[in-house]
């Protein structure tokens, strides 16, 4: 059976009098002015071209017509096969952004007050977001000095018999320690759920799966920052709890069945979604055709695009080697193959004189840009005005701290060419080198 991806929205389709999915259609002008905005200039030349392609698409619109969906369609379906295709997974669900599809696996495991669900130190907000709103407990493991990911070590001591969800990031598209991840959860409690937060790591693979595969849920970002973009917002999610597979469609709109028996004197009916405990209220993260359209074609090129984040990385690395207070990013292996979303660049402060906010200065004096992503959770106001003892939390995550404020940072390796590439690289280790002689 073909699948289908779409709400109920109209489309009564060949009636005398139909009743259109789309209100108001967009027109040529309004394409146009979509057109302008993606493609921006100024100049003569510019204005030339533009007025060409107006009168292109104003010929156009004589002989066109427009989509009878702009939600939910054909597009939508065809960017989860191709996702599909590339995870090897089956009934991936494009939704509005990643923490959407986090939003799904919580509910899925009844996220209530008085469960704990246990993120990293080190990552973005929306990992832990959907927990604090319903007033979940969150409690934050440590993470390994290498790699910024969470600990597994650190894991063991922090599961507790109220552990409901464990969710691992993979900062940069570098690959956590999956295997050692799920063995201590579920040998710890089999029911606990674990969701990859899979943000950055859409391509990454991990002993010969990809990431965001492996645990019971994974959410892949979209958002304009991330490796590839579904024209600035979305999210794919997919499970391994099979129950949940055919589900995950209505999931994303409300529980809405337009497939089972209708209520009397209607055309569809609604259900509460069977959680692991109990029904749970889905709500609405449906997408579009246009950003679906934008994520199918960036899924075919996902492969190129880590190649040459790859090879960037690669030269850093090699590069960094001469200096060993510079600790280089891990560039992988066969077992673990990142997306290089971010380059980890780590000194080590004893060698180097000096701790990573000297470096980071004298980056940004050189010219080159460097973000460290994120600051460890438990400092941002958030979580103190929810009543958390965030010294306490901060006290047992010393790895975090100690990374964040001394050894670690990101640098850029996308957009680039090979000549800023390498001005990086020069300006990292003149940077380095002068923290060592004290200048
Ligand atoms: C970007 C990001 C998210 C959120 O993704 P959205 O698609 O914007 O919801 C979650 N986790 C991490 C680590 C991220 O960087």
Redesign the pocket.
């Given at each position: 059976m073909k699948k289908k991806a779409s709400d109920f929205r109209y489309n009564t389709g060949e009636t005398r009098v139909p009743w259109p999915a789309v209100g108001e259609n967009y027109n040529a002008h309004d394409l146009m002015e979509v057109i302008k905005f993606m493609m921006q200039g100024q100049g003569a030349e510019y204005d030339a071209a533009i007025d060409e392609v107006a009168e292109k698409v104003y010929a156009l619109d004589k002989v066109s017509r427009a989509p009878g969906k702009l939600s939910l369609d054909v597009n939508v379906v065809a960017a989860e096969e191709a996702c599909d295709e590339y995870l090897n997974t089956q009934g991936s669900l494009f939704v509005?952004?990643?923490?959407?599809?986090?939003e799904i696996a919580y509910k899925y495991a009844n996220i209530d007050p008085g469960d704990e669900v246990i993120v990293p130190a080190i990552?973005?907000?929306?990992?832990m977001a959907y927990p604090i709103s319903v007033g979940a407990k969150i409690v934050i493991c440590d993470v390994a000095p290498n790699t910024i990911n969470m600990d597994p070590e650190d894991l063991k001591k922090k599961l507790s018999p109220k552990t409901k969800m464990v969710v691992p990031?993979?900062?940069g598209g570098y690959p956590c320690n999956m295997e050692e991840i799920m063995k201590v959860t579920k040998e710890y409690n089999k029911d606990i759920v674990v969701l990859e937060?899979a943000?950055?790591a859409f391509g990454a693979m991990y002993k010969g799966k990809r990431i965001g595969t492996i645990g019971d849920f994974g959410?892949?970002?979209?958002?304009e920052?991330?490796n590839v973009t579904s024209f600035g917002?979305?999210?794919i999610v997919c499970t391994n709890v099979e129950e949940m597979r055919p589900l995950m469609p209505r999931c994303r709109f409300f529980g809405s069945d337009f497939g089972a028996k209708p209520i009397d004197n209607w055309f569809y009916n609604v259900d509460a979604m069977p959680g692991k405990y109990g029904p749970f209220v889905a709500l609405n993260s449906s997408t579009t055709e246009i950003q679906a359209i934008g994520l199918k074609l960036q899924v075919a090129r996902n492969e190129q695009i880590i190649a040459e984040r790859r090879k960037n990385a690669a030269y850093l690395t090699e590069r960094f080697k001469a200096n060993d207070a510079i600790i280089p990013q891990d560039i992988g292996g066969d077992d673990v193959q990142p997306t290089f979303?971010l380059y980890l660049l780590q000194i080590d402060p004893a060698k180097a004189g000096g701790d990573v906010q000297v470096l980071r200065k004298k980056l940004e004096a050189k010219g080159v840009t460097n973000l460290p992503?994120?600051g460890p959770l438990y400092r941002f106001n958030i979580l103190k005005q929810l009543g958390y003892d965030v010294d306490a939390m901060s006290a047992a995550c010393p790895v975090a701290n100690e990374v964040f404020d001394h050894r670690f940072t990101h640098l850029p390796l996308y957009g680039i060419d090979e000549e800023q590439v390498q001005y990086m690289a020069d300006a990292v280790l003149e940077a380095v080198e002068e923290m060592q002689k004290g200048l």
């Open positions: 509005t952004n990643a923490t959407a599809g986090f990552t973005f907000i929306a990992t990031v993979h900062i937060d943000a950055h959410s892949f970002s979209f958002h920052v991330k917002e979305g999210g979303h992503h994120f």
